[in-house]
Protein backbone atom coordinates (compact mmCIF):
# COMPACT_ATOMS: atom_id res chain seq x y z
CA UNK A 1 0.00 0.00 0.00
CA UNK A 2 1.00 3.54 -0.86
CA UNK A 3 2.16 5.58 1.88
CA UNK A 4 0.56 8.68 2.72
CA UNK A 5 2.92 12.02 1.86
CA UNK A 6 3.89 13.75 4.93
CA UNK A 7 3.33 17.27 5.12
CA UNK A 8 6.43 19.99 4.66
CA UNK A 9 7.96 21.06 7.74
CA UNK A 10 6.97 24.81 8.44
CA UNK A 11 8.32 26.99 11.45
CA UNK A 12 7.05 26.45 14.67
CA UNK A 13 5.17 28.84 16.41
CA UNK A 14 6.42 29.43 19.67
CA UNK A 15 5.09 29.03 23.27
CA UNK A 16 4.30 32.98 23.63
CA UNK A 17 2.62 32.95 20.12
CA UNK A 18 0.25 30.08 21.05
CA UNK A 19 -0.48 31.85 25.02
CA UNK A 20 -1.36 34.52 22.72
CA UNK A 21 -3.40 32.68 20.33
CA UNK A 22 -5.21 31.52 23.66
CA UNK A 23 -5.53 35.04 25.39
CA UNK A 24 -7.33 36.41 22.05
CA UNK A 25 -9.76 33.84 22.33
CA UNK A 26 -11.11 34.34 25.81
CA UNK A 27 -12.56 37.32 24.08
CA UNK A 28 -15.40 35.13 22.33
CA UNK A 29 -16.28 33.62 26.25
CA UNK A 30 -16.24 37.19 27.65
CA UNK A 31 -18.48 39.00 25.53
CA UNK A 32 -15.99 41.42 24.16
CA UNK A 33 -16.31 42.81 21.32
CA UNK A 34 -14.15 42.81 17.94
CA UNK A 35 -12.49 39.99 16.79
CA UNK A 36 -9.57 37.86 19.10
CA UNK A 37 -6.44 39.49 18.84
CA UNK A 38 -4.38 38.52 16.40
CA UNK A 39 -1.49 35.71 17.60
CA UNK A 40 1.77 36.43 16.62
CA UNK A 41 3.23 34.54 13.41
CA UNK A 42 6.76 33.77 13.21
CA UNK A 43 8.48 35.42 9.84
CA UNK A 44 7.80 33.04 7.43
CA UNK A 45 5.06 30.60 8.38
CA UNK A 46 3.51 28.94 6.03
CA UNK A 47 -0.40 28.93 5.60
CA UNK A 48 -1.14 31.10 9.28
CA UNK A 49 -4.41 32.46 9.05
CA UNK A 50 -3.76 35.62 11.54
CA UNK A 51 -6.57 35.36 14.51
CA UNK A 52 -7.39 31.93 14.02
CA UNK A 53 -3.52 30.12 14.64
CA UNK A 54 -4.82 27.87 11.75
CA UNK A 55 -3.79 26.87 8.39
CA UNK A 56 -6.33 26.05 5.58
CA UNK A 57 -6.29 22.23 6.99
CA UNK A 58 -7.60 23.21 9.88
CA UNK A 59 -3.93 22.72 12.05
CA UNK A 60 -2.44 25.03 13.91
CA UNK A 61 -0.31 27.26 12.05
CA UNK A 62 3.37 26.13 12.17
CA UNK A 63 2.58 22.60 13.07
CA UNK A 64 4.14 19.56 11.16
CA UNK A 65 1.93 16.99 10.88
CA UNK A 66 2.75 13.35 9.97
CA UNK A 67 0.73 10.25 9.09
CA UNK A 68 -0.35 7.68 11.97
CA UNK A 69 0.87 6.03 9.37
CA UNK A 70 4.45 6.80 8.61
CA UNK A 71 4.35 6.75 12.38
CA UNK A 72 5.99 9.32 14.20
CA UNK A 73 9.25 9.72 13.88
CA UNK A 74 10.05 12.66 12.10
CA UNK A 75 12.38 11.17 10.01
CA UNK A 76 11.97 10.21 6.26
CA UNK A 77 11.85 6.43 5.65
CA UNK A 78 14.89 5.48 3.71
CA UNK A 79 15.03 4.30 0.37
CA UNK A 80 12.97 1.65 -0.50
CA UNK A 81 11.95 1.22 3.30
CA UNK A 82 8.53 0.91 4.90
CA UNK A 83 7.82 4.69 5.51
CA UNK A 84 7.53 3.82 9.11
CA UNK A 85 10.31 6.05 11.04
CA UNK A 86 11.29 5.15 14.58
CA UNK A 87 9.80 6.85 17.41
CA UNK A 88 12.22 8.32 20.17
CA UNK A 89 12.73 5.63 22.34
CA UNK A 90 13.14 3.59 19.71
CA UNK A 91 9.95 1.82 19.69
CA UNK A 92 8.35 0.33 15.71
CA UNK A 93 5.92 3.18 14.04
CA UNK A 94 2.70 1.87 12.55
CA UNK A 95 1.85 1.74 9.03
CA UNK A 96 -1.93 1.61 9.05
CA UNK A 97 -3.44 4.73 6.97
CA UNK A 98 -6.04 7.05 8.27
CA UNK A 99 -9.28 5.82 10.49
CA UNK A 100 -12.67 6.29 9.63
CA UNK A 101 -16.10 7.08 11.79
CA UNK A 102 -16.62 3.46 13.06
CA UNK A 103 -16.92 2.51 16.73
CA UNK A 104 -13.56 1.23 17.91
CA UNK A 105 -15.97 -1.70 18.86
CA UNK A 106 -16.81 -2.11 15.01
CA UNK A 107 -13.60 -1.86 13.69
CA UNK A 108 -11.90 -4.31 16.11
CA UNK A 109 -14.66 -6.95 15.58
CA UNK A 110 -13.76 -10.43 13.99
CA UNK A 111 -15.69 -11.49 10.75
CA UNK A 112 -18.26 -13.10 13.06
CA UNK A 113 -18.58 -9.59 15.34
CA UNK A 114 -16.73 -11.23 17.66
CA UNK A 115 -14.12 -9.04 20.17
CA UNK A 116 -11.33 -10.29 21.89
CA UNK A 117 -12.23 -11.05 26.14
CA UNK A 118 -11.38 -8.88 27.60
CA UNK A 119 -12.88 -6.26 25.22
CA UNK A 120 -9.67 -4.37 23.38
CA UNK A 121 -8.14 -3.81 20.34
CA UNK A 122 -5.19 -6.49 20.84
CA UNK A 123 -1.74 -5.80 20.51
CA UNK A 124 -0.27 -3.22 18.31
CA UNK A 125 3.22 -2.27 16.85
CA UNK A 126 3.52 0.27 19.06
CA UNK A 127 5.72 0.28 22.06
CA UNK A 128 6.09 2.76 25.28
CA UNK A 129 7.27 6.73 23.69
CA UNK A 130 5.61 9.76 22.27
CA UNK A 131 3.84 9.64 18.46
CA UNK A 132 5.55 11.58 17.41
CA UNK A 133 8.69 12.06 19.32
CA UNK A 134 8.96 15.04 21.52
CA UNK A 135 5.47 15.56 22.92
CA UNK A 136 6.30 19.26 23.02
CA UNK A 137 6.83 19.72 19.85
CA UNK A 138 4.20 21.40 17.39
CA UNK A 139 4.43 17.85 15.42
CA UNK A 140 1.75 15.95 15.04
CA UNK A 141 -0.18 12.89 13.74
CA UNK A 142 -2.72 13.79 10.94
CA UNK A 143 -6.02 11.87 10.14
CA UNK A 144 -8.20 12.47 7.00
CA UNK A 145 -11.30 11.22 5.45
CA UNK A 146 -13.41 11.38 8.53
CA UNK A 147 -16.76 11.96 8.55
CA UNK A 148 -18.27 15.60 9.09
CA UNK A 149 -14.67 17.60 8.46
CA UNK A 150 -15.24 19.26 5.13
CA UNK A 151 -11.63 19.17 3.47
CA UNK A 152 -9.78 19.37 7.18
CA UNK A 153 -7.25 17.04 8.11
CA UNK A 154 -7.34 16.73 11.50
CA UNK A 155 -4.41 16.25 14.19
CA UNK A 156 -3.61 14.34 17.25
CA UNK A 157 -0.77 13.06 19.56
CA UNK A 158 -0.40 9.61 21.50
CA UNK A 159 1.60 9.20 24.32
CA UNK A 160 2.30 5.70 25.66
CA UNK A 161 3.52 5.04 29.44
CA UNK A 162 7.01 3.58 29.75
CA UNK A 163 5.49 0.47 31.96
CA UNK A 164 2.87 -0.51 28.87
CA UNK A 165 3.15 -3.66 27.79
CA UNK A 166 1.42 -5.10 23.89
CA UNK A 167 -0.56 -8.22 25.74
CA UNK A 168 -1.88 -6.29 28.52
CA UNK A 169 -5.01 -3.90 27.88
CA UNK A 170 -4.16 -0.55 28.85
CA UNK A 171 -7.01 2.32 29.61
CA UNK A 172 -6.90 5.16 27.52
CA UNK A 173 -7.43 9.28 28.10
CA UNK A 174 -8.54 11.75 25.71
CA UNK A 175 -7.12 14.77 27.05
CA UNK A 176 -9.11 17.99 25.40
CA UNK A 177 -7.65 21.49 25.61
CA UNK A 178 -10.07 24.34 26.19
CA UNK A 179 -10.56 27.50 23.37
CA UNK A 180 -7.68 28.95 21.29
CA UNK A 181 -5.57 26.49 23.14
CA UNK A 182 -3.94 23.33 21.47
CA UNK A 183 -2.72 19.45 22.88
CA UNK A 184 0.16 20.80 24.22
CA UNK A 185 -0.52 24.22 25.89
CA UNK A 186 -3.25 22.38 28.29
CA UNK A 187 -2.30 18.44 28.21
CA UNK A 188 1.86 18.78 28.37
CA UNK A 189 2.27 22.22 29.55
CA UNK A 190 -1.28 23.34 31.58
CA UNK A 191 -2.29 19.90 33.56
CA UNK A 192 1.14 17.12 32.79
CA UNK A 193 -1.34 14.92 31.82
CA UNK A 194 1.57 13.18 30.34
CA UNK A 195 3.17 12.59 33.78
CA UNK A 196 -0.16 11.62 35.53
CA UNK A 197 -0.16 8.66 32.06
CA UNK A 198 3.30 7.62 32.89
CA UNK A 199 2.50 7.33 37.20
CA UNK A 200 -0.73 5.57 36.27
CA UNK A 201 -0.43 3.67 33.13
CA UNK A 202 -2.95 4.83 31.01
CA UNK A 203 -2.47 5.64 26.84
CA UNK A 204 -2.84 9.55 26.65
CA UNK A 205 -4.32 10.94 23.47
CA UNK A 206 -4.49 14.36 23.09
CA UNK A 207 -6.06 15.77 19.89
CA UNK A 208 -6.34 19.38 18.16
CA UNK A 209 -9.32 21.31 17.69
CA UNK A 210 -10.30 22.97 14.26
CA UNK A 211 -9.17 26.54 14.46
CA UNK A 212 -8.41 25.82 18.08
CA UNK A 213 -12.15 24.98 19.00
CA UNK A 214 -14.15 22.05 19.55
CA UNK A 215 -18.14 21.67 18.71
CA UNK A 216 -19.37 21.23 21.85
CA UNK A 217 -22.57 22.60 21.05
CA UNK A 218 -23.26 25.98 21.72
CA UNK A 219 -19.38 26.20 22.44
CA UNK A 220 -17.54 26.76 21.26
CA UNK A 221 -15.64 28.91 18.28
CA UNK A 222 -15.21 28.34 14.69
CA UNK A 223 -15.95 24.76 15.21
CA UNK A 224 -19.01 25.25 16.64
CA UNK A 225 -19.71 27.72 14.07
CA UNK A 226 -19.45 25.36 10.97
CA UNK A 227 -20.81 22.51 12.62
CA UNK A 228 -17.52 20.56 12.55
CA UNK A 229 -18.29 16.64 13.29
CA UNK A 230 -15.89 16.34 16.52
CA UNK A 231 -17.44 12.99 17.52
CA UNK A 232 -17.05 11.67 14.25
CA UNK A 233 -13.55 12.67 15.21
CA UNK A 234 -12.54 11.40 18.36
CA UNK A 235 -14.09 7.82 16.60
CA UNK A 236 -12.22 7.77 14.36
CA UNK A 237 -9.10 9.01 16.12
CA UNK A 238 -9.82 5.59 18.53
CA UNK A 239 -9.78 3.57 16.15
CA UNK A 240 -7.03 4.28 14.21
CA UNK A 241 -4.80 4.65 18.09
CA UNK A 242 -6.49 1.06 18.54
CA UNK A 243 -4.37 -0.22 15.01
CA UNK A 244 -1.41 0.63 17.21
CA UNK A 245 -1.71 -0.06 20.97
CA UNK A 246 -3.62 -2.55 22.80
CA UNK A 247 -6.06 -0.43 23.99
CA UNK A 248 -8.99 -1.90 26.76
CA UNK A 249 -12.39 -1.09 25.29
CA UNK A 250 -14.26 -1.11 28.23
CA UNK A 251 -11.89 2.18 30.18
CA UNK A 252 -12.15 4.52 27.51
CA UNK A 253 -12.51 8.12 29.10
CA UNK A 254 -12.36 12.16 28.04
CA UNK A 255 -11.44 15.02 30.50
CA UNK A 256 -10.80 18.91 29.74
CA UNK A 257 -11.19 22.50 30.22
CA UNK A 258 -13.90 24.41 29.33
CA UNK A 259 -14.24 23.79 25.88
CA UNK A 260 -12.72 20.85 26.65
CA UNK A 261 -14.86 20.01 29.05
CA UNK A 262 -17.91 20.94 27.07
CA UNK A 263 -16.49 18.39 24.56
CA UNK A 264 -15.80 16.14 27.30
CA UNK A 265 -20.00 16.21 27.76
CA UNK A 266 -20.56 15.82 23.93
CA UNK A 267 -18.91 12.32 23.96
CA UNK A 268 -20.57 11.55 26.93
CA UNK A 269 -24.24 12.44 25.20
CA UNK A 270 -23.45 11.36 21.58
CA UNK A 271 -20.92 8.42 21.89
CA UNK A 272 -21.72 6.58 25.32
CA UNK A 273 -20.93 3.65 22.97
CA UNK A 274 -17.26 4.11 23.62
CA UNK A 275 -16.76 6.18 26.32
CA UNK A 276 -16.77 5.33 30.33
CA UNK A 277 -16.30 8.32 31.91
CA UNK A 278 -16.08 11.81 31.38
CA UNK A 279 -14.41 14.21 34.20
CA UNK A 280 -14.60 18.08 32.79
CA UNK A 281 -13.80 20.89 34.03
CA UNK A 282 -15.48 24.32 33.73
CA UNK A 283 -17.68 23.01 31.03
CA UNK A 284 -21.35 22.03 30.84
CA UNK A 285 -23.68 20.36 28.70
CA UNK A 286 -23.71 22.61 25.53
CA UNK A 287 -27.45 21.36 24.23
CA UNK A 288 -29.18 24.44 23.01
CA UNK A 289 -31.66 24.67 26.10
CA UNK A 290 -28.57 24.82 28.79
CA UNK A 291 -26.28 26.58 26.65
CA UNK A 292 -22.73 28.86 27.59
CA UNK A 293 -20.59 29.63 25.21
CA UNK A 294 -20.53 31.47 21.42
CA UNK A 295 -23.40 29.82 19.78
CA UNK A 296 -26.77 29.91 20.81
CA UNK A 297 -28.18 28.31 18.00
CA UNK A 298 -25.90 24.59 17.54
CA UNK A 299 -26.20 21.52 16.05
CA UNK A 300 -26.50 19.84 19.90
CA UNK A 301 -29.92 19.79 20.61
CA UNK A 302 -30.43 16.39 22.67
CA UNK A 303 -28.25 15.03 25.40
CA UNK A 304 -29.68 11.43 24.88
CA UNK A 305 -26.76 8.25 26.05
CA UNK A 306 -27.59 5.27 24.44
CA UNK A 307 -26.44 3.67 28.12
CA UNK A 308 -25.17 5.39 31.00
CA UNK A 309 -21.83 7.07 31.46
CA UNK A 310 -19.80 8.56 34.97
CA UNK A 311 -19.27 11.49 35.25
CA UNK A 312 -17.20 13.92 37.06
CA UNK A 313 -17.74 17.73 37.63
CA UNK A 314 -15.45 20.29 38.63
CA UNK A 315 -16.41 23.70 38.49
CA UNK A 316 -15.57 27.18 40.45
CA UNK A 317 -18.47 29.34 41.79
CA UNK A 318 -16.38 32.69 40.71
CA UNK A 319 -15.70 31.21 37.48
CA UNK A 320 -15.78 34.07 34.80
CA UNK A 321 -15.98 32.36 31.82
CA UNK A 322 -18.45 29.37 31.68
CA UNK A 323 -20.99 30.33 35.12
CA UNK A 324 -21.17 28.15 37.96
CA UNK A 325 -24.86 27.86 37.20
CA UNK A 326 -24.75 25.66 34.59
CA UNK A 327 -23.31 23.15 36.97
CA UNK A 328 -26.98 22.53 38.04
CA UNK A 329 -28.82 21.51 34.93
CA UNK A 330 -25.97 19.94 33.34
CA UNK A 331 -25.96 17.41 36.13
CA UNK A 332 -29.83 17.06 36.07
CA UNK A 333 -29.62 16.66 32.35
CA UNK A 334 -27.02 13.92 33.96
CA UNK A 335 -28.88 12.39 36.26
CA UNK A 336 -31.90 12.01 34.60
CA UNK A 337 -29.94 9.94 31.33
CA UNK A 338 -28.02 7.73 34.24
CA UNK A 339 -30.66 7.02 35.93
CA UNK A 340 -29.80 8.68 39.01
CA UNK A 341 -31.75 10.30 41.69
CA UNK A 342 -31.83 14.15 42.20
CA UNK A 343 -30.86 13.33 45.90
CA UNK A 344 -27.22 13.46 47.08
CA UNK A 345 -24.59 11.98 49.71
CA UNK A 346 -21.26 12.79 50.43
CA UNK A 347 -18.33 11.82 47.64
CA UNK A 348 -15.70 9.33 48.92
CA UNK A 349 -14.00 10.06 45.45
CA UNK A 350 -12.62 13.08 45.56
CA UNK A 351 -13.33 13.53 48.90
CA UNK A 352 -14.60 16.73 50.14
CA UNK A 353 -11.80 19.23 51.95
CA UNK A 354 -10.89 22.55 52.43
CA UNK A 355 -12.41 24.58 49.88
CA UNK A 356 -13.50 21.91 47.59
CA UNK A 357 -17.00 20.38 48.58
CA UNK A 358 -18.20 17.09 46.26
CA UNK A 359 -20.95 15.21 46.63
CA UNK A 360 -22.30 11.74 44.19
CA UNK A 361 -25.82 11.49 43.65
CA UNK A 362 -27.45 8.48 44.78
CA UNK A 363 -29.83 5.44 43.11
CA UNK A 364 -27.16 5.12 39.99
CA UNK A 365 -27.20 1.91 38.01
CA UNK A 366 -24.29 -0.29 39.41
CA UNK A 367 -21.12 0.48 37.97
CA UNK A 368 -22.42 4.19 37.20
CA UNK A 369 -21.10 7.30 39.76
CA UNK A 370 -22.77 10.91 39.05
CA UNK A 371 -20.46 13.28 41.16
CA UNK A 372 -19.89 16.96 41.59
CA UNK A 373 -17.12 19.41 43.03
CA UNK A 374 -17.52 23.01 43.80
CA UNK A 375 -14.46 24.65 44.67
CA UNK A 376 -15.46 28.05 46.74
CA UNK A 377 -14.55 31.23 44.75
CA UNK A 378 -13.27 29.22 42.29
CA UNK A 379 -12.52 30.62 38.46
CA UNK A 380 -12.02 29.23 35.45
CA UNK A 381 -9.57 26.95 36.03
CA UNK A 382 -7.97 23.19 36.14
CA UNK A 383 -7.55 23.05 39.95
CA UNK A 384 -4.03 22.61 41.22
CA UNK A 385 -2.20 23.36 37.88
CA UNK A 386 -0.07 26.65 39.17
CA UNK A 387 -1.38 28.62 36.07
CA UNK A 388 -4.57 27.00 35.93
CA UNK A 389 -3.93 24.89 33.18
CA UNK A 390 -3.69 27.18 30.72
CA UNK A 391 -0.20 26.72 29.75
CA UNK A 392 0.35 30.69 30.07
CA UNK A 393 1.82 31.09 33.23
CA UNK A 394 0.71 34.17 35.36
CA UNK A 395 -0.48 35.67 32.76
CA UNK A 396 -3.06 32.89 32.61
CA UNK A 397 -3.64 32.79 36.31
CA UNK A 398 -4.48 36.32 36.26
CA UNK A 399 -7.10 36.09 34.15
CA UNK A 400 -9.23 33.12 34.72
CA UNK A 401 -9.46 34.04 38.29
CA UNK A 402 -8.48 31.44 41.70
CA UNK A 403 -6.72 28.20 41.73
CA UNK A 404 -7.80 25.55 45.05
CA UNK A 405 -6.02 24.88 47.71
CA UNK A 406 -7.08 21.27 47.72
CA UNK A 407 -8.73 20.33 44.88
CA UNK A 408 -5.75 18.55 42.18
CA UNK A 409 -7.82 18.74 38.68
CA UNK A 410 -5.07 15.85 37.01
CA UNK A 411 -4.93 13.62 39.68
CA UNK A 412 -8.45 13.83 40.76
CA UNK A 413 -9.57 12.83 37.14
CA UNK A 414 -7.64 9.72 37.42
CA UNK A 415 -8.43 8.74 40.68
CA UNK A 416 -12.23 8.79 39.69
CA UNK A 417 -11.86 6.67 36.50
CA UNK A 418 -9.25 4.35 37.74
CA UNK A 419 -11.91 2.11 39.17
CA UNK A 420 -15.12 2.85 36.55
CA UNK A 421 -14.68 0.07 34.12
CA UNK A 422 -18.09 -1.44 31.81
Not at 47 to 69: E, F, I, K, R, T
Not at 240 to 259: C, F, P
Not at 318 to 345: V, Y
Not at 346 to 365: E, L, R, Y
Amino acid sequence: MAMPERSKPTPRIPRAARVACWLGSLSLLLGCSGEPAESASPSGAAGGSAGSGMNAAGAPAGGQVVSAGTGGGGNPAPAGGSGAPQPADGGMAGTAGAGDAATAADAMAGADGALPSPRSTGPGDWGPGDYPPDISSATYLEISGVAGQGENVRQYKVHVPPGYQPDVPAPLVFCIHGLGQDAVLFCVVGSEMNTQSDEAGFVLVMPNGYQNSWNAGTCCGGASTEQIDDVALFRAILTEVGEHVNIDLDRVYATGLSNGGYMSYRLACEAADIITAVAPAAGAIGTNDIGGGTNADSDFVTCAPSQPVSVLHVHGTQDPLIPFSLQAPTLSRMAMSNGCATTTKPATQPPSAGDTSCVTHDGCPAGIELTACTIEAGGHCWFGSPDCGTGGGPIGLAIVGNNSDTMKNTQAAWDFFEHLSR
